[in-house]
């Protein structure tokens, strides 16, 4: 039996609100294509990740399937991450636009999934206007390493518009579309393991599946509303299962990144409580949306007056719900949709040290959107008065809401806004605090950046990433002393973290402590084996206790694990080139040349090598390359005219001479003769190519 859903395109009114939503959306979040990264993840995700950075290749496909790295296993949204490097390599505005690209189309396909299910444009228009422009939705949109909530949002809306399609006329090719979408949702963030159940939700209202409609007489008998209820779970059987397993994947992911808190942290009743608050809080927050925040850290004490009360509204809504299902079903829809969308993220299963989190109301306040809109049009009645009622309800909200909006997006701009504005609108944030200090110091502002630090390990003292970066800051400072005092606190508290034992190590270089120095090194490597920069700050401490060799056999270690880093193979290259070993130091800056083709710094040290072993064709073969590269550059050329003297050309030597002086090389007006060139040779051309090391 078909369901009977509404899906006629109404012109031209259907085209203006298609058209306000992405214009007015458009000019609030605009102004992000001038926003930079933000410390809070979006290094670890785009800036600094070395698999991102290299676009789409097959290594990073590979690694974004396998890897559970930030704790989560989303391939696709690793993917799109790295599409965007691809296209517009790390200009952090463009990132940001194709966050706001993909809100307006989920908000254009909220606009238009609802229409369809329940052929009521204005208020479909309603909802999708709330959703698109709520303050309380900043954080997902201007949040470049959020990705996973928009892409996942957009596959969501996707699911539900082929599974109407299906429901329209069931088919399994419809049905295995709509599958496919749903694993792409997962695959971009597991929060859609709710989406069974919100299928189900709509299925009562507004698809109303002929399963669940009863006569008068079968009201009487509950079995025949539960038979119908079984048949749609056993219909979605195949989507529960992928929720289950994303569930698994998701847990063994959190657990191997750490980020999943034991209860010894926060024990069970805390979460309970907070989860009991955070439900209520969201709602506020979405009727009064000011002090919204990256981050909001668990309060030192939990009241006990807001528990109870939030409880006792939590559970008189939930009640009035159930009891009008029949007569207002959208109550019922709207309210569960809030409550089971939100479950996953309401902090009963911790991830994090975060009380709460505006982002993860993207999906779930469309239905308390869905409430509120079908809710104040059934209270106003359908005559002409009551709609121009809410329509100038309408019309009043949305120019405050997207004030509101474009305020919270232009705290998104830097590290020091977002981070002072969290510092600004929350107590006790000693998150807030450590990322401004580190904001602070990656401008310059060690004095400040110090201050923070310090607020924040007066509020939290077991905070170890301030006391890591406030020893980092303090050794830019040249006080080595008190820096190391912060790096042992953090390794006590937590002895495997590996940057404080790096930080560790460079403040005892600093001291001259070298033995010191390369034990917090190996300890490093031990830890993470795969930390180029500890490789090469360990050879270096070794170098300067004379032990090349061991260097070199450290770092050739390093490579075994890091073939690429052309870092160390440069490194190793030039202790090679200072034990004399020009055959091996040559090997390793082609090869470091290879992964990296521009360092031009090797290019001309290659020259010298391969002069000094009399393979003067290679050394040509370079500087020509150089010349391509840089072809005002008059030491090229004259680097070239050196190199064909030695090889007897004196006529090629001659010529390029000449492009040296065209190109503004000033140490000789002419070339008169042969014997000129050649006291060149002899003289001053050899030792201009030693210079350019």
């Not at 025949?224 to 989507?239: C, F, N």
């Not at 390359?625 to 030491?635: E, G």
């Not at 060139?677 to 050899?686: D, H, K, P, S």
Request: proline share 4%; net charge neutral; charged share 15%.
């Amino acid at each position: 039996m078909k369901c009977k859903v509404s899906h006629k395109v109404k012109f031209p009114v259907e085209i203006f609100i298609y058209a306000f939503l992405f214009i007015s959306i458009l000019s609030i979040y605009w102004q992000v294509r001038t926003f930079d990264f933000i410390s809070f993840d979006d290094y670890m995700y785009v800036r600094d990740n070395p698999y991102v950075r290299q676009g789409i290749t097959l290594e990073s496909i590979r690694w974004a399937f396998t890897s559970m790295y930030a704790a989560n296993w989303h391939p696709l949204t690793w993917l799109s991450h790295m599409t965007d490097v691809g296209i517009f390599g790390l200009n952090a505005g463009m990132h940001h636009l194709t966050n706001v690209f993909f809100h307006i189309v989920n908000t254009l396909m909220l606009f238009y999934c609802l229409r369809r299910m329940t052929g009521n444009v204005w208020n479909s228009a309603a909802v999708a206007m709330l959703f698109g422009l709520h303050p309380l939705h900043v954080e997902s949109v201007a949040w470049i390493a959020e990705r996973k909530d928009v892409l996942s949002t957009f596959f969501w809306m996707l699911t539900i518009l082929f599974y109407t399609r299906y429901v329209e006329h069931r088919s399994a090719g419809r049905y295995l579309i709509m599958v496919i979408c749903y694993v792409f949702g997962l695959m971009s963030k597991p929060m859609l393991v709710t989406l069974p159940f919100v299928l189900l939700l709509l299925d009562i209202w507004p698809l109303k599946r002929p399963e669940l409609i009863t006569t008068a007489e079968e009201h009487m008998q509950p079995r025949v509303w539960w038979s119908g209820l079984l048949a749609l779970i056993h219909e979605k059987v195949p989507l529960f299962f992928l929720a289950g397993a994303a569930i698994i994947v998701t847990i063994l992911a959190q657990k191997k990144g750490g980020s999943i808190s034991n209860l010894e942290l926060i024990p069970l009743y805390i979460r309970v409580e907070n989860a009991t608050i955070s439900y209520m809080a969201y709602l506020v927050k979405m009727v009064w949306p000011i002090h919204l925040a990256l981050f909001y850290p668990y309060p030192r004490v939990v009241n006990l007056y807001k528990v109870i009360t939030a409880f006792v509204f939590l559970v008189g809504i939930t009640w009035m719900v159930v009891l009008n299902i029949r007569r207002f079903p959208f109550l019922f829809v709207g309210w569960f949709w809030y409550l089971g969308t939100l479950a996953p993220v309401i902090g009963i299963i911790q991830v994090g040290s975060q009380s709460m989190a505006d982002r993860y109301t993207y999906v779930p306040l469309i239905g308390i959107f869905i409430l509120i809109v079908w809710g104040l049009s059934k209270l106003l009645g359908q005559s002409r008065s009551p709609r121009y009622i809410l329509a100038g309800i309408y019309c009043a909200i949305v120019p405050v809401i997207m004030w509101f909006t474009w305020l919270q997006t232009g705290y998104w701009a830097s590290n020091i806004s977002i981070f002072s504005h969290a510092v600004d609108v929350t107590n006790d944030n000693y998150l807030a605090y450590n990322s401004l200090g580190v904001a602070l110091c990656e401008h310059g502002e060690f004095d400040a950046g110090i201050k923070h630090y310090m607020e924040a390990l007066r509020i939290y003292p077991e905070h170890v990433q301030a006391h890591n970066n406030l020893g980092a800051a303090l050794v830019k400072e040249g006080n080595y002393k008190d820096s190391i005092g912060h790096f042992r606190k953090a390794l006590q508290i937590d002895p495997g973290f590996v940057s404080a034992h790096y930080n560790l190590g460079i403040a005892y270089y600093a001291m001259g402590k070298l033995d010191e120095a390369i034990k917090q090194y190996q300890e490093v490597l031990r830890l993470a084996p795969g930390y180029p920069e500890a490789s090469l700050k360990m050879a270096t401490a070794i170098t300067k206790q004379r032990k090349i060799n061991d260097a070199i056999a450290r770092l050739n270690d390093a490579l075994k694990t890091n073939p690429q880093d052309y870092t160390i193979l440069c490194k190793v290259a030039e202790l090679y080139n200072d034990e004399g070993n020009t055959e091996e130091a040559i090997n390793h800056y082609e090869s470091a040349l290879s992964v990296n083709p521009g360092l031009t710094r090797i290019l001309h040290v290659l020259v010298i090598l391969y002069a000094e072993s009399g393979e003067y064709d290679k050394s040509l073969l370079l500087l020509h390359k150089m010349a391509k590269l840089n072809p005002d550059d008059p030491d090229v050329y004259y680097n070239i005219a050196c190199i064909y003297s030695m090889q007897g050309k004196t006529d090629d030597a001659i010529l390029s001479l000449k492009d040296a002086i065209h190109h503004g090389f000033n140490k000789w007006d002419i070339i008169k003769n042969d014997r000129d060139l050649e006291n060149i040779r002899q003289t001053e051309g050899y030792k201009k190519i030693i210079q350019k090391e």
